[in-house]
């Protein structure tokens, strides 16, 4: 006999979830990139999924396995992130869980720069598309409802508080990296919620899989309203 399940919390919508890295290339050997395991983005794909979302997780390098039943589009740079999040709209939900490159490199080098027994070679930038920021912005096809992240590692509220204002999303969900907490790979979190009327929730440290289903139920209970 066919299992049946009763439908979930996010049945018959459309999630896009990044996670992950960006790669930006320097030369074909060396890259800029950013720590992130990717834990929290991938859990939060899981738990969509789990909520019965048609889900389409993007995303950067990462040594973990792909969450069960979601399809992965992997890419490298915020560059390919941006084009591949363009590909996954419309959306009903879009989480925004990467932690992009902000700069890459002005020019990638064809072939490997070498050491030439002079000064090293500098290194110039140029800054990378937000990728938040202009979907939070889009006129025509905006997800319903769109969540940034932001790790800080230092007045983890205001800065937050800033970032939400500034992103257009609808939810900022923060969380303190700073070193000394052990959340840049590992498996617990602690995040605050900011919401663009002011509101702050501050929840328990709890296991990023944990965290991941917490939030998802909360994007559901948001999307049930709209
Ligand atoms: N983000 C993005 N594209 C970028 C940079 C950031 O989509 N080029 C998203 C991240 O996925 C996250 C949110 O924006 O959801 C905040 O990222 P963060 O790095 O904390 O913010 P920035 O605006 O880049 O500010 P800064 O790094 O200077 O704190
Ligand atoms: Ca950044």
């Known amino acids: 006999a066919m299992l049946t399940r009763p439908p979930g919390p996010l049945a018959g919508r459309r999630v896009l979830v990044t996670s992950g890295p960006t790669h930006e290339p320097i030369d074909p050997v060396r890259y800029l990139a950013n ?22 997780l993007i995303s950067g390098p990462v040594a973990i ?7 992965v589009v992997r890419v490298e740079t915020a560059r390919e992130m941006l084009e591949a999040v363009r590909a996954a709209l419309p959306a009903d939900l879009a989480v925004f869980a990467a932690a992009v490159g902000d700069w890459r490199p002005a020019a990638e080098q064809g072939h490997k720069i070498k050491k030439d027994g002079a000064a090293p070679p500098p290194l110039a930038l140029v800054e990378n598309p937000d990728i ?16 940034g992240f932001a790790a800080e590692t230092d007045r983890v509220l205001d800065h937050a508080r800033a970032k939400l204002a500034r992103k257009g999303c609808d939810l ?5 990296v700073s070193p000394a907490g052990g959340v840049m790979g590992g498996a617990r979190n602690t995040v605050h919620l900011l919401g663009r009327d002011g509101a702050l929730e501050t929840w328990p440290t709890l296991a990023k899989d944990e965290v991941g289903r917490r939030l998802v139920e909360r994007f559901a209970a948001l999307l049930a309203r709209t």
């Open 35 to 56: 720590r992130s395991s990717g834990r929290q983005g991938h859990a939060i794909a899981a738990a969509a999924a789990e909520a019965g979302a048609e889900v389409t």
């Open 65 to 71: 396995p792909d969450p069960a039943g979601v399809p």
């Open 172 to 176: 900022l969900v923060a969380n303190d």
């Open 132 to 147: 938040l920021a202009t979907v939070s912005q889009m006129s025509e096809g905006r997800p319903t409802l769109v969540v």
